[in-house]
């Protein structure tokens, strides 16, 4: 199996993550092999012991290690259980913290399914490398001692011993090797029907309303036979190992049985001590525990590779310069971004915005505005060029006060958070959203924007009110907007929305149409649209075409343009004349007079969830 090169490394780290746990199971775990190869050599001497008359204290001695064997045991079961919780807990916070430290472009390579597989399950299997590395060589203790044991012994029963084991050496490389492959295979394929299974629920309504269950069904479940397949050669590589070891192994123990016969018939051993050589010939052909290590070992290992591979991904690096004086000037200079096969979204955008203006960003699906608006807040960094804000690239600013300095909304935002209260405080400045002691339902920042955002008076009415948890929460698609907006409300500087009013009714749209334009030249307003009010509202207007910049200019200006014009929907009630009195709504020389009311400010522009980017 091709594991990625940071797969070992993640390994070695792993094994430290666990802790003293781990290292508590090495210790018990050689307390337990040392006694265990003490045993057979304790019995013996028992034997001879007693065969002579006298017992001595060789049982007493017997009785012991096997008391220390039970307590090895129970001790390190527990200290099994509690490093790769320690691990696993490590191993998971790592790779989500570096999941978000990714852009969203690198991000949505992955189904989310799949990434939740390797999250949950992968990470688990990572998290026993600790287990399987102390176990692993532990196990190999037993037989590499009872060759030591029998050749002090007898040289000859030694010698037996160990070509007996070359044998079964070579049969467990085998068993490595088609195990890792067969685990690899599987856990990839897991992967793919976790990720189709999660698109399919989050698309159920559609599937119901096609009636084509059936169908997605078959699609989601379409690699079922892959997996079974990649499960049966895993078994059966294990199965073969188990097979080989138990035909193998009491054919050792009885050639070392046979040759320690002929010695003590010959004199050169003792009772005692062929009895030792018999419980060192079943302890050192005992593999069971090897075979069972080198399972977990391979699966932590492939589930390790899975883990690195995400780890391997560049994160966005944040930078470190100080806040810059300025109200949101905007600037993206020669931006180009490319799809995963080259082809240009956005090609050598030049774009500057003034600060405290409003930018309305139109042009038809797939020319890149969703795109723009992404790179203009740093959801990602373009290919080439490069974009400022009050003249500093976004790179270079420190990450908290970029995310202060600039907030999104969303088309269908997810509401991060534990509750009402910190899904709309998320991006607030730190302690600004704690709510006050006593009664108060909500910190008063928190409180301003769910009522600039019209959703107030809807949370008040939530069971809990802003206490309420966000699962348990009845929101409509419209009331869920609300809330991504007020979260974006807190912007210092730049305010991006990406179709984030496209579920309201007018009357609420208007309402935070006035919340987005009260603070008219505090902060800049990038806002990607499909109507023509939004656009005739707003200062300037960038017309995007096949991901370039086709032009830059007031609403009036551009819309002597016909392939302007085009661009807006034709069921628009602003943009489609109804009678005589709008028919200069569709000539060039006539546009419509932009709207006086609040919806100068706001507009509908049109975007993808939280993270996503899917739109362009």
């Known amino acids: 199996m091709d594991v990625p090169a940071g797969a070992d490394r993640l390994l070695r780290w792993a094994v430290r993550a666990g802790g003293g746990w781990t290292f508590g199971l090495a210790v018990v775990a050689l307390a337990g092999a040392v006694a265990e190869l003490l045993l057979p050599l304790t019995l013996g001497r028992a034997v001879d012991a007693a065969l002579g008359g006298d017992g ?30 320690r691990a696993t807990e490590r191993v998971r916070v790592r790779l ?41 060589v532990v196990s190999l203790l037993p037989p590499v001692g009872s060759v ?82 990649h499960g049966r050669h895993g078994w059966q590589a294990l199965a073969r190992a188990s097979a080989r070891t138990a035909a193998v192994a009491p054919l050792l123990s009885l050639a070392v049985i046979a040759v320690g016969g002929y010695a003590l018939s010959a004199g050169w051993l003792t009772p005692g ?36 591979e995400l780890l391997a991904r560049p994160a966005t690096p944040d930078g470190d310069r100080p806040v810059p004086a300025g109200r949101g000037a905007l600037r993206l200079h020669r931006v180009t971004v490319r799809a995963d096969d080259g082809r240009p979204i956005l090609d050598g955008v030049e774009l500057d915005v ?7 960003v139109v042009g038809a699906s797939g020319a890149g505005k969703s795109t723009l608006a992404a790179v203009a807040g740093r959801l990602y960094d373009p290919d080439e060029g490069e974009v400022l804000l009050d003249g500093v690239p976004l790179a270079e600013w420190d990450h908290a006060a970029l995310r202060t300095a600039v907030g ?26 704690a709510p006050p002691a006593g009664s108060a339902p909500a910190g008063a920042a928190v409180l301003r924007a769910t009522r600039d955002a019209a959703i107030a008076d809807c949370v008040a009415r939530l069971p809990d009110g802003f206490r309420t948890r966000t699962e348990a929460a009845p929101l409509s698609g419209g009331e869920a907007q609300r809330l991504g907006l007020a979260r974006a409300l807190a912007a210092g500087r730049l305010l991006i929305l990406d179709d984030a ?5 007018t009357a609420t749209e208007h309402r935070i149409a006035r919340a987005v334009a009260g603070r008219a030249g505090d902060r800049t307003r990038l806002i990607v649209t499909h109507r023509v009010a939004t656009a005739a509202a707003a200062d300037l207007v960038a017309w995007l075409d096949a991901g370039r910049l086709r032009a830059v200019g007031p609403h009036r200006r551009l819309w002597a343009d016909p ?13 489609t004349p109804r009678g005589p009195a709008d028919a200069t709504a569709a000539t060039p020389g006539g546009p419509p007079d932009p709207p006086t009311g609040p919806t100068a400010a706001a507009g509908t522009p049109a975007g993808t969830p939280a993270g996503t980017g899917g739109k362009r």
Not at 66 to 77: C, K, S
Not at 175 to 191: E, H, N, P
């Open 273 to 308: 001590e062929l009895v030792a050589a018999v419980r060192y010939a079943a302890l050192g052909a005992g593999l069971g525990a090897v075979v069972a290590t080198l399972n977990r070992l391979v699966r932590s290992r492939a589930g390790a590779g899975r883990v690195a």
């Open 354 to 360: 003034p600060a405290g203006a409003t930018l309305a």
């Open 408 to 433: 999104y909304a969303f088309e269908r935002p997810v509401l991060v958070g534990a509750t009402i209260h910190e899904a709309v405080g998320l991006a607030l400045p730190p302690g600004s959203a």
């Open 563 to 575: 392939a302007y014009r085009a661009v807006f929907t034709p069921t628009d009630p602003v943009a």
């Open 96 to 136: 989500l913290r570096h999941l978000f430290a990714l852009d969203v472009r690198q991000v949505r390579r992955y189904p989310v399914g799949d990434l939740v597989g390797r999250l949950v399950a992968q990470a688990a299997d990572t998290g026993q490398a600790g287990n399987a590395v102390v176990l692993g």
């Open 148 to 229: 030591v044991a029998l050749t002090l012994l007898e040289p000859v029963l030694g010698l037996t011993l160990l070509a007996g084991l070359a044998v079964l050496a070579v049969l467990m490389r085998a068993f490595v090797a088609d195990a890792s492959a067969a685990v690899g295979a599987y856990q990839r394929t897991l992967g793919t029907i976790a990720g189709r299974l999660l698109e399919a629920s989050g698309g159920a309504r559609t599937v119901a309303a096609a009636a084509t269950t059936d169908r997605e069904v078959d699609r989601v479940l379409t690699t079922l036979p892959e997996l079974a397949r």
């Open 501 to 505: 009013t496209s579920s309201l009714d």
């Open 56 to 85: 001595g204290w060789w049982p007493v001695a017997a009785c012991a290690l096997v008391a220390l064997l039970i307590v090895t045991d129970t001790v390190g079961d527990l200290a099994t259980g509690y490093g790769a919780a």
